[in-house]
């Protein structure tokens, strides 16, 4: 297990180097001009070295690699300093240093170091992409689980169409028909996610929850759709196999045989679909967040994309793959512990 | 020595056949017409499928022309119950706020997003099917193109999208001009990045089915490799090849909506269902029917057409039919 763990770590490495490289290729051919709005009388000498301050003046393949000493060297240089800084985590450490005021991936548009951005927009979304995760699969369980054991009764039916309405409906359309709804008709929350609301008492963190349920509402019905599949999928593989039947015979109760016995191993695949999901919803997320006026990732990815701000699209394409290959490596390895009959060896 | 065949035992012959032969193809109508959702979801793809080819020469009105008079008309069931709407007979689904036709709009903007789904679905079959039949049939190119696979499927698929969008946006339009331009970057760009799933079903089943004895009859024969493939590998697969083009309709149509969406997808004055209602989310106060027309029409297609994947597997697969 660990063997295998270690050769996909390692797999891992040239899977981004490559993607990492595609995607910078991509971004050269670019038709735009980060000089376009600097005013034309300036003068273009003026120009060139200001070209050349952005790093744009030299070779394709020189610019790729000072890409990638800035994200594997001096970035995890300046979350090291940042640890031993200012963290409360590891702040009791002495302050290591390690970052000699190099030049780091600097955005077009603010001239500041794209991760200092990334940071702060974090936690938006994982505050609303992360709950309305965590919601949607608290929904989907219970519905995966109640359908598969009452098969084609009428609440499984029901599962059924509503899952393939939210498999079917894009958020693109829900998100606007429920701002339509709740805060337009109805006037419940404000269609609007506030991301300088503060909380400090019990009104504003009333505040905060109603301003989350519609982006999370939108982003839970693709969740609960997908995953109540799975879990209904899964059920009904093990709900018919032989060892059910033997703990039904031995007299154990229903809610004993169903939560214990068919849904512990029913959870395996589930689990891995979890997992797999993560990345996904963090992409799915920039139409809700554009929808919504989340200012996450997904909202500076498009914001810097219509700026035409290359090394900001370069990170955050990149952030995404390594997320994508990251959760595709946790759920395989999830799939080998959770289940002793597979074996990567 | 006997050449007659020995003569069948009188109780156990038959007195002719007891029904008419049936042929693979009206099993598979028989098990599909018992899915409700899926007749239902097949006829509605039908049915928009119609509307939208042959809709704009019945209502003949150019979804391009402005109308100021009679901009911001309500739709003609707004009239049930509010009197005073601003309804005409004329304009069924109302106009916008320049007063171009909405059935027109949604007729033509129907016509783009289908088009885009159907291609872009149809060319990511021919990717994946091709990369999946000969990783599986050719081994040697089994590693290389699985690992091909692998790579495009840790590729981040929605902002790449948009990065490539936004990329090769002028240099398309400049050739191909600016709805022809868009039509083949939004098509290859949704092919390129969803053809994986197909790639690694069919390869799979190749794989399955190379060793199965037919395969070895057909050689033994002195078959080419392209006659195998193409005579006894391709209709076998034929079946969830089926199943993944519904889903990769259903994708296709919601990939574009969402790019035009996001405002990166066909020019403004080409009117798409994800187009128009991304310009009637400003307004959606005033004139919710907006959103709703162009978001119904694109839940329905995507809701139709995903029933009618999931009959289709039932139907198609020998194992579930005929229980």
């Known amino acids: ?345 | 020595m006997t050449d007659t065949s020995p003569a069948p035992i009188e109780a156990l012959a038959d007195k002719g056949p007891l029904e008419p032969p049936r042929s693979q193809w009206k099993d598979v109508w028989d098990q599909f017409r018992k899915h409700k959702g899926a007749v239902f979801g097949g006829g509605f793809l039908l049915f928009i499928t119609l509307a939208v080819l042959v809709g704009p020469w019945i209502w003949q009105v150019d979804p391009q022309k402005l109308d100021i008079r009679n901009k911001d008309m309500r739709p003609i069931w707004n009239a049930l119950w509010d009197s005073t709407a601003k309804t005409s007979w004329s304009r069924p689904f109302g106009t916008d706020q320049l007063g171009r036709d909405q059935l027109a709009q949604i007729l033509s903007g129907g016509r783009a997003s289908m088009a885009v789904g159907w291609a872009a679905m149809i060319l990511s079959l021919v990717i994946g099917t091709a990369v999946g039949v000969l990783a599986g049939f050719v081994k040697k190119l089994d590693g290389v193109l699985m690992r091909l696979t692998d790579l495009f499927l840790s590729l981040p698929i929605l902002p790449l999208l948009l990065v490539a969008v936004t990329l090769f946006r002028q240099p398309l339009r400049e050739a191909f001009g600016p709805e022809g331009g868009m039509f083949i970057l939004i098509v290859g760009i949704i092919a390129i990045t969803s053809w994986m799933p197909t790639a690694r079903i069919v390869r799979g089943d190749i794989l399955a089915l190379k060793e199965r004895e037919f395969i070895l009859a057909a050689r033994s024969i002195g078959t080419t490799p392209y006659r195998i493939v193409q005579r006894h590998l391709l209709p076998n697969v034929l079946s969830p090849i089926m199943v993944s083009a519904t889903l990769g309709l259903a994708t296709a149509i919601i990939t574009e909506s969402a790019l035009s969406f996001l405002g990166v997808g066909f020019p403004s004055d080409f009117p798409t269902w994800g187009k128009m209602l991304a310009d009637a989310v400003q307004r959606m106060q005033q004139f919710p029917e907006r959103v709703m027309i162009p978001g119904v029409a694109i839940s329905l297609t995507v809701l139709s057409v995903n029933y009618l994947g999931d009959g289709l597997r039932d139907a198609l697969d020998p194992r579930i039919r005929g229980r």
């Open chain 1, 1 to 345: 297990m660990l063997t295998f763990a270690v050769r996909r770590l390692v797999l891992a490495v040239p899977t981004l180097l490559f993607i990492s490289f595609v995607i910078f290729m991509l971004l050269q051919l670019a038709p735009g001009d980060p000089m376009a709005q600097v005013p034309l009388t300036v003068p273009p000498e003026v120009k060139e070295k200001m070209r050349q301050a952005l790093g744009v003046g030299e070779p394709p393949l020189v610019q790729y690699w000072k890409w990638l000493v800035q994200v594997f060297w001096l970035e995890p240089k300046v979350f090291i300093d940042y640890l031993t800084n200012s963290s409360t985590l590891l702040g009791w450490l002495p302050d290591t240093q390690l970052y000699q005021g190099e030049l780091r991936v600097i955005s077009w548009q603010t001239r500041s170091p794209v991760m200092d951005i990334v940071i702060q927009r974090i936690p938006q979304t994982l505050w609303v992409v992360g709950m309305a995760y965590i919601v949607g699969i608290l929904i989907a369980l219970p519905i995966g689980i109640y359908s598969a054991y009452r098969q084609y009764s009428i609440f499984d039916q029901s599962g059924t169409f509503i899952t393939m309405i939210g498999f079917s409906v894009p958020p693109f359309f829900t998100g606007p028909l429920l701002i339509v709804i709740f805060s337009v008709s109805l006037g419940w929350f404000p269609s609007i996610y506030d991301t300088t609301h503060v909380v400090n008492d019990w009104a504003s963190f009333k505040y905060q929850l109603s301003q989350m349920i519609l982006p999370v509402m939108v982003l839970a019905l693709q969740t609960t759709a997908q995953i109540s599949r799975y879990m209904r999928a899964s059920m009904l593989d093990n709900l018919n196999q032989d060892y059910v039947r033997t703990a039904r015979a031995k007299g154990l109760s229903e809610a004993v045989v169903v939560a214990v016995h068919v849904l512990r191993n029913s959870m395996i695949p589930v689990i891995t679909v979890i997992a797999l999901g993560v990345p996904a919803i963090f992409g799915g997320a920039i139409i809700t967040e554009n929808v919504f006026k989340v200012n996450g990732i997904g909202q500076l990815l498009i914001t810097a994309l219509f700026a035409n701000d290359l090394p900001m699209v370069m990170t955050l394409t990149f952030i995404f793959a390594v997320l994508i290959v990251l959760f595709n490596l946790i759920a395989d390895i999830l799939y080998g512990l959770l289940d002793p009959r597979i074996r990567y060896d």
